[in-house]
């Protein structure tokens, strides 16, 4: 990408960026689907489709609602960098608590349904 001296910022004739979670997080759940037909790794499948889909929701809701709380204030610089620090705090954030509700409620879901690891047997 080239800069020019003075320019500061994105500029419409950039190329634009390219936003990868999405597509990431689909690509995760069409990787689990067929482990839901092995019955060995049926009790994985719904584990990496609940954990991926929870923290992708919980991540993108905090990162909206600070940016939306964020609208309110003031226009500064500090105000700026604080809202950018805790965006980018509340998608990692948000991800990992995502993970660990994921994981809860699979684990709940996999004991429910008895999908447990089959012993070799």
């Not at 584990?47 to 923290?55: K, L």
């Not at 600070?66 to 105000?79: F, K």
């Not at 805790?86 to 509700?101: A, K, N, Q, Y």
């Amino acid at each position: 990408m080239r800069t020019q001296p003075g320019r500061i910022g994105y500029h419409p004739r950039d190329p634009m960026p390219f936003i990868f979670i999405v597509p990431v997080w689909l690509m995760i759940v069409l990787v689990a689907l067929p482990l839901l037909f092995v019955r060995r790794l049926r009790f994985l499948a719904v584990h990496i489709v609940m954990a991926s889909s929870i923290a992708i929701v919980i991540s993108f809701t905090l990162a909206i609602s600070v940016l939306v709380a964020g609208a309110r204030l003031p226009t500064s610089r500090v105000n700026g960098i604080l809202i950018f620090g805790l965006f980018v705090l509340s998608l990692i954030g948000g991800g990992v608590l995502g993970l660990v509700v994921g994981i809860f409620l699979a684990h709940h879901i996999n004991r429910r349904l008895a999908w447990w690891p089959v012993p070799d047997s």
